[in-house]
């Protein structure tokens, strides 16, 4: 039986992510364990995974609304995979440096953006709107439980085979990925969409920041970002060199972030049906502080629980208001609306992996994380400062409907 789009853009989007969550285990052990290199070197290669979202994504933006969306998602799945794949190469001839681990994390980085502007505008093409919630969800889902196998495969795969050849499962997962995005659909290109490009990313910006949802959405998302952004860089640093864990415990500890999100994931229709999405995420929000906190205050039990209730928590968050943006935005403007939201949220990751790595190397790893650990107070801030505070759902234009419409749909 034929697969439908829906199910073509899915397979292809959780193969890439589990070799993607494999290869998430292997590269910071092959910078630790093959470069040996140090707190302050692994934010810079954390940085350089984000920063992309910085310099390109409001660009991104116009260029997924001006170009082929199916060209530009298997050509990021192509670049990927050779960058990826430099890696063992360079190994091989016994010329990998740090300076090239960076390379490929900036290139990666840059290819992330628009392949991931561009599939989420491809979404709402193949899905109708009655169902997006449903499908984000289980997008979302998916994506935890990469991140749940994920981790444990690669610590297991870096255990048997070596950090650096296990990179090459991330790179066979992109060229898959690849070959099921080539089978879908072309969307046509947009014949409206040649105004000059700066006044296109202006009038995605000013309709988010004007936006009483969608602004303080996106300073909430920056807030929780900033300090995944910290997570990235000293997660595997911490367990390491402060806990003193083997790679498959360290597979197996990242893996708490995989469960919490897939629970996360499972539980977001439901809570937000049973206190409403704006209520539910002033809860969520002050939930994830608590995990946060309790990330570096003890030993592998505090780390697993805490990141388990940190990442279930920024589920909630991730899942209501990407769909609330798929719903509410006008079709021209989507792309641009999705990448406004990364440019500022995610470009916060990249600024908090180099600050965590700079501020390890001079207070420590465990007080850093707990420095950070309070920042993440600044998301229900936000909420709680927002027009929707007083309000149990988010407003849709024209109704006083919750966002969340209907369970959640595993099939």
């Known amino acids: 039986m034929e697969l439908t789009a829906f199910w073509r ?17 292997a590269l910071p052990l092959t910078a630790l364990t093959v470069l040996h290199a140090s707190a302050f070197e692994m934010g810079l290669i954390s940085a350089a995974g984000y920063l992309a979202y910085l310099v390109i994504s409001l660009p991104a933006g116009v260029i997924v609304q001006r170009l082929p969306v199916r060209g530009i998602q298997v050509g990021a799945d192509l670049v990927r995979a050779v960058a990826v794949t ?21 290139v990666m980085g840059f290819a992330d953006v628009l392949f991931a502007v561009a599939n989420q505008t491809f979404l709402p093409a193949i899905v109708p709107a009655e169902q997006l919630q449903a499908r984000n969800s289980l997008t979302s889902g998916t994506h935890a439980a990469t991140e749940l196998g994920g981790p444990s495969l690669g610590g297991f795969a870096v255990q048997i085979l070596g950090a650096v050849p296990t990179l090459l499962v991330d790179a066979v997962s992109y060229l898959i990925s690849a070959a099921f995005l080539r089978t879908l659909p072309a969307r046509p290109v947009d014949a409206g969409s040649r105004s000059p490009m700066f006044s296109q990313i202006r009038e995605g910006w000013h309709y988010v920041a004007r936006h009483p949802v969608m602004a303080p959405g996106m300073w909430a998302a920056t807030a929780v970002n900033f300090v995944n952004g910290a997570h990235h860089a000293l997660f595997a640093f911490y367990l390491v060199r402060d806990l003193h864990a083997a790679p498959v415990l360290v597979g197996v500890l990242l893996a708490a972030d995989g469960l919490g999100s897939l629970i996360g994931a499972a539980l977001t229709t439901r809570f937000t049906g049973r206190f409403g999405t704006a209520r539910g995420l002033i809860i969520a929000g002050f939930t994830g502080v608590a995990g946060a906190l309790l990330i570096p205050a003890g030993g592998y039990l505090a780390f697993a629980a805490g990141t388990l209730i940190f990442a279930g928590s920024v589920v909630v968050l991730s899942v209501t208001t990407r769909t609330y943006r798929m719903i509410v935005s006008p079709p021209e403007l989507l792309s641009r609306v999705i990448a406004t939201v990364r440019f500022v949220s995610w470009g916060a990751i990249p600024i908090g992996g180099l600050l965590a790595g700079a501020l390890a190397g001079l207070i420590g790893t465990r007080a850093t994380l707990f420095g950070f650990g309070l920042v993440t107070l600044c998301a229900p801030l936000f909420w709680l400062f927002s027009p929707v505070r007083r309000e149990r759902d988010l407003p849709l234009p024209g109704s006083s409907a919750s966002v969340v419409q209907g369970p959640v749909v595993p099939q």
């Open 9 to 25: 853009w899915w397979t292809a989007g959780t193969t890439s992510g589990l070799g993607t969550a494999v290869g998430g285990v």
């Open 86 to 106: 430099s890696i063992p190469l360079a190994w091989w001839l016994d010329a990998l440096t740090v300076a090239q681990l960076v390379g490929v994390a900036l």
